[in-house]
Nanobody
């Protein structure tokens, strides 16, 4: 099995910054991609940013220029640097990992437990 441990959420004022981390552990053969999603109260979960094992990134329009996703493949860890935070960024942020557990095996999607980010105005 694969476990994801997230950290870095908290309360910050508008315009401030936070850095989220998510470390994957367990019986991982390789990771195809990692990412961050978020879910605000009363809303559906939405994609924030993703990064492939090769380093290609994808961002939601509403975070472009403010958030940066990065990863440390040796540590199976993904980061989300969030700058210029806005009250509308308030949500639970979930880490997502697509992992392969054995050579030539299928890929599986795993989710972290979520970390709360609250931005005050």
């Amino acid at each position: 099995q694969v476990q994801l441990v997230e950290s870095g959420g908290g309360l910050v004022q508008a315009g401030g910054s936070l850095r989220l981390s998510c470390a994957a552990s367990g019986s991982i053969y390789s990771i195809n991609g990692m990412g961050w999603y978020r879910q605000a109260p009363g809303k559906q979960r939405e994609l924030v940013a993703t990064i492939t094992s090769g380093g290609s990134t994808n961002y939601a329009e509403f975070v472009k220029g403010r958030f940066t996703i990065s990863s440390d493949n040796a540590k199976n860890t993904v980061y989300l640097q969030m700058n210029s935070l806005k009250p509308e960024d308030t949500a639970v942020y979930y880490c997502n990992v697509i992992a392969i557990l054995r050579t030539q095996g299928p890929s599986y999607r795993y989710w972290g437990q979520g970390t709360q980010v609250t931005v005050s105005s």
